[in-house]
């Protein structure tokens, strides 16, 4: 793979052994769709690690054996690429990019990333917003990022919105990031900029330790894309950019209560679609409906009924992404059993003491918070959630098992 970086234009060409259809890091086959992308509101002279790192996040899913840049990179970082893919990584010449001193939040504007926002509430924003194409059609004109960055923008906190058509490289199953890191393109080329040594996400407990989508149902402590020791980690690090998981240790519940008592409620937004409002009946909104009916203790409302694509996903057997979340709310939710939840309960014997772990916060997500940020998202969550039990912390570790 050869990667060029000029003007905020990011361009590769394949090795003969390089695939058209790769495999993201979550183990998604990704298919290319084109081999350049722009990303604008960011300098073009970021150190050139920054810009490897961000070139990887785009080029890793179809690169075999090597990668060449235009500008020399750091013997670490071409050491962190070596260790992680395999792959040989070059020209090496750069002194390595020291971490600054800010921590930056990688904001959406869901339920998942406010929740970090608030736990750190001086940490400037940086929003990612998909903007077409010039060479690949959009099919998939529904995702209404035009939205979410205005709602991102009016936070009335510092924000910094990137605009990428990078998505578009991607060609299926449809436009999205080729690794999910490349949300963070654009905060790392703005990394001295703004003096970033660490990049918040709201990646929470499932995410982080329940296997996510990836390894269904399974603890993952090694998880790859967001352990701060995995390979994703540990690259990005390299750079002076630490990846910082706030609210790893929390639920969906926990987020979503957070978010939603935040001084930030009126600029959450999880569904993609939605204009004035979310629009109710796409599948993000039935699952965020059902876990905001249980955090609030009120039955469900929502106008999608079983015979529903959207509702499949959740009728089947489990298990499923996002299950700890179904039994959480089977527990909790008024007449969940005259929904199109029903046939869940089937499934499972969940209780509100069984149940309970969700509501507190897995201490070893917090250990693992570089020391700099780690206080604060301790403090917070003392204040305002409450750590596991060490039978909780069991449910955590033996989920799965
Ligand atoms: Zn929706």
Known sequence: MRVTWSGGDLSFRLDPEDEITGKASDEHPVKLATNSCSIGG???????????????????????RRVSFDRAVSAEVAAAL??????????VGAQPRQAGRTLAISY???ADSVAAATIHPEAPF??????????????????RSDVLARLAATTGREVTTVTS????????PRPGYPEHHAVAAGALLLADQLDLGGLGFGYELGSRWLGGDRYLHRYTPDNPMWAPHGKWGRLFATAGVHLVLPVGGVSEAITMRVALESELRGHVRWCLRGTDGPCRTCGKCLYKELIQAAVERRPLDTPITADRPVARKWLGKPPYGGQEMIEYALARVPGIE?????????YFEATEESTS???????PA??????RWREQAAGFMTAHVGFMTEDEARRVETWGS
């Open 357 to 363: 772990w969700l509501d507190h916060c897995y201490p």
């Open 82 to 91: 070596h260790d992680g893919w395999g792959v040989e990584a070059g020209p």
């Open 126 to 143: 940086v929003h990612f917003q998909r903007v077409s194409h010039p060479r690949v059609p959009n099919r998939w004109p529904h995702y």
């Open 366 to 371: 917090i250990d693992e918070i570089p020391e």
């Open 165 to 172: 058509d990078l998505e578009f490289t991607l060609a299926e």
């Open 42 to 64: 960011v300098p073009d002279d970021a150190h050139p690690d920054l810009i490897a790192v961000a070139a990887w996040t785009v080029v890793a899913p179809w690169t075999r």
């Open 108 to 110: 959406s504007g869901g």
């Open 338 to 346: 005259n929904t199109l939840f029903a046939p869940a309960l089937d």
